[in-house]
């Protein structure tokens, strides 16, 4: 029996398309919304993230989404197993984000605990961004959106909005969310930063992913990033909140798979979602058809991440005057004190977003997980050519995070490279 094998409990069964739309046959209420007859039912399972499986279930009057989790990392095997209690943290999450920013998230329908999975609202026709962000398209609520989404959360979630109580009460649940926590701490702290066995990178990358693993500043810049990332509760962080978890239309966003869950910084989410952004950056070069050809997009791309964080910033800003949590109470902060105390707490965020933000770039391209972004460009020294300014742009800002006090010095700091 495989270790795996052996970490499903009793009442879970892996599905594939046919046991998927029996499971979801014997949920009266949504069959009846996918129209009755499961004859005439399609079901496609379309996972193409790193851990579980996804189905989409079209009836004749309506479509859902099945999502379940694998006793196992499905982008490695069943030699990884995973434990399936991440299908409660993604639920209890997308539960809470839902009462922050409702218009955001996928409604979820069903939950099952044994089986691990969630069927939810099924998305039409959005995409996954990052896909969209390789095919040069543009979204112009984009950046609002997101903004918006992580400064609801992360305020609302945190000592601001609640109470100490309140606030102890709502994170204790998301302390048990270890395995997924554990695999942040490797891959995304550790791995890139020693000959960690599954580590990859593309060809004409050796000599600094050689030095990056000798670089003294590098290592204890990403090693202070691991001890926000452990000792730092501020609010419930979505916790792999990329380009890859998110869902667009048009005119429509909506941020999906919280199963990383967990209390943590506040800067984290915004770090990472602002590295995916700058890795889609530098990989334009190569998914341009002729020299030059992204170059408008590029510029689309910049503002769109700058725009994203400054909306965070205005909004996170606006919702701190009117607080009422255990921090920063008004018996203690007189107004006149505020735009103090209100600076001190946005700088320690900006400098915990620029760590984050140079520790995921690093290791999406040194360590195990990468990013279609660059996967995609096929010439392995085009690939090699952007890979290597994105790596020396993260490195930059881990170490020297404290020079980029505002969008300009980002800004300018890209542009060089
Ligand atoms: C083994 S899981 C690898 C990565 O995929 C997820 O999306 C997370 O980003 C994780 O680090
Ligand atoms: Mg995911």
């Not at 009793?10 to 069959?31: F, V």
Request: contains cysteine; negative net charge.
């Amino acid at each position: 029996m495989t270790a795996a094998v052996k970490l499903q409990p009793p009442g879970y069964e892996a599905l594939n398309p046919q046991s998927a739309m029996q499971y979801m046959a014997r949920l009266k209420q949504i069959a009846d919304a996918l129209g009755g007859d499961i004859a005439r039912w399609d079901c496609e399972e379309v996972g193409d993230g790193n851990l579980n499986l996804v189905f989409i279930i079209k009836g004749t009057t309506g479509a859902v989404v099945l999502k379940q989790a694998l006793p196992y990392v499905r982008m490695v095997g069943d030699s990884w197993p995973l434990p399936l209690y991440r299908a409660h943290y993604e639920h209890l999450a997308l539960t809470e984000q839902f009462l922050h920013a409702p218009t955001l998230v996928p409604k979820t329908y069903h939950y099952d605990e044994p089986m691990a999975l969630t069927v939810m609202e099924y998305l039409t026709p959005h995409v996954i961004l990052r896909k969209e962000l390789i095919a040069g398209k543009r979204f112009p609520n984009l950046a609002t959106h997101l903004g918006h989404f992580m400064a609801q959360n992360l305020f609302f979630t945190s000592d601001l909005a609640l109470t100490a109580e309140q606030k102890r009460q709502k994170m204790t649940p998301y302390l048990g969310n270890i395995a997924m926590c554990k695999i942040t701490e490797d891959l995304i702290f550790d791995e890139p930063y020693f000959k960690a066995p599954m580590n990859r990178h593309t060809k004409g990358l050796d000599d600094l992913a050689k030095s990056y693993q000798h670089d003294v500043p590098l290592k204890l810049a990403a090693q202070e990033m691991k001890w926000r990332f452990l000792n730092a509760p501020e609010a419930l962080c979505h916790g792999d909140l990329h380009t890859g978890s998110i869902m667009v239309s048009d005119t429509d966003t909506r941020v999906i798979d919280p199963e990383f869950a967990f209390y943590g910084p506040i800067g984290f989410d915004v770090g990472m979602l602002l590295a995916n952004f700058v890795m889609a950056y530098f990989a334009q070069d190569g998914h341009a058809d002729k020299p030059g050809a992204r170059d408008d997009y590029k510029e689309w791309i910049l503002s769109t991440a700058i725009a994203t964080c400054e909306t965070f910033i205005s909004e996170f800003s606006n919702l701190w005057q009117s607080r009422a949590g255990e921090a920063y109470q008004t018996r203690v902060i007189s107004p006149s004190e505020n735009p103090a105390a209100l600076d001190v707490r946005m700088k320690q965020i900006s400098n915990d977003v620029l760590g984050f933000c140079g520790v995921e770039i690093i290791r999406r391209i040194l360590g195990l997980a990468h990013n279609i972004d660059f996967e995609m460009i096929s010439d392995h020294d085009v690939r090699a050519a952007c890979e290597r300014k994105a790596l020396m742009f993260g490195r930059e800002l881990l170490v020297n995070r404290q020079d980029y006090p505002t969008p300009k010095e980002f800004v300018a700091a890209i542009k060089e490279l």
